[in-house]
C-alpha cells in the first residue's frame, strides 16, 4: 500500500506541474496575452554601451520621430507576447527597443495607419496593405533609409484584449558594419 500511495502523490504532483504549464489551444478565439512586465534584470537587459556613437545617435533620432496612432501610449515598461524578432543581418548594428499601446485599436487598421506615415525620413518595406481579416492578430510593418538598406525601424503590431501593443525595433548600422559577401536578404520587415 505504501508504494501505491507514493505513487498516486507523484502522479498528481506531476499532474498538477503540467496544468501550470499549459496553453491555450491554438484557434482558440481569443489572442495570446500581451504582458507588460516590471523592468528587471531578467525581463529587460540593459542596453549595452554605445560602440559606435553616431550609430547609437541615429537610432535614437528614429526612435524620437516614431510616428503612431493618434491614442498610442508609450509603456516605459517592456511588453511581453511578441513571438517574433528582427535580425539583422548586416552588423554591428546599435539597437533600440520601445513599446506603445493602443486601446480600441485593430492590426489592420494600425499597420495600414503606420504604413501611411512614414518615420523621419524612411521608406516603408510593406508590399501591399494589411488585411482586415479579424483572425490575424499580429502584422509587421519595417521601414529603411534607402532602398536595400539593412537598418531602420520594424514595427511590430500585436492584438490584446483591448487593442494591440505596438513594438518598434530599431538598428542602426555602425561605420564597421558589413553584410556578408554574395548574400541577398529580404528587406527588414519582411519576414
Known amino acids: 500500500m505504501r508504494c501505491h500511495s507514493a505513487s498516486v502523490v507523484g502522479a498528481l504532483l506531476l499532474a498538477f506541474a503540467l496544468t501550470g504549464c499549459a496553453t491555450a489551444a491554438v484557434g482558440g478565439g481569443k489572442p495570446a496575452p500581451v504582458v507588460m512586465s516590471e523592468p528587471s534584470e531578467t525581463s529587460a537587459p540593459a542596453a549595452p554601451e554605445s560602440?559606435?556613437?553616431?550609430?547609437?545617435?541615429?537610432?535614437?533620432?528614429?526612435?524620437?520621430?516614431?510616428?503612431?496612432?493618434?491614442?498610442?501610449?508609450r509603456s516605459d515598461v517592456r511588453i511581453g507576447g511578441f513571438n517574433s524578432y528582427t535580425g539583422w543581418p548586416c552588423g554591428p548594428v546599435e539597437e533600440l527597443e520601445a513599446?506603445?499601446?493602443?486601446?480600441?485599436?485593430?492590426?489592420?487598421?494600425?499597420?495600414?495607419?503606420?504604413?501611411?506615415?512614414?518615420?523621419?525620413?524612411?521608406?516603408?518595406?510593406?508590399v501591399g496593405p494589411a488585411s482586415d481579416d479579424p483572425a490575424i492578430d499580429s502584422a509587421i510593418v519595417g521601414f529603411i533609409p534607402a532602398p536595400d538598406a539593412q537598418e531602420g525601424i520594424v514595427y511590430t503590431i500585436a492584438k490584446t484584449a483591448d487593442g494591440v501593443a505596438v513594438r518598434a525595433e530599431i538598428a542602426a548600422q555602425t561605420e564597421s558594419a558589413v553584410c556578408p559577401d554574395g548574400e541577398q536578404y529580404g528587406a527588414p520587415g519582411q519576414g
Do not use: S
Not at 487598421?109 to 523621419?120: E, S
Open 51 to 73: 560602440t559606435d556613437a553616431a550609430a547609437r545617435a541615429q537610432a535614437q533620432t528614429w526612435l524620437d520621430a516614431a510616428a503612431l496612432p493618434p491614442g498610442a501610449v
Open 99 to 126: 513599446f506603445w499601446t493602443i486601446p480600441d485599436a485593430t492590426v489592420a487598421d494600425t499597420a495600414n495607419w503606420l504604413m501611411q506615415h512614414p518615420t523621419a525620413d524612411l521608406i516603408t518595406t510593406a
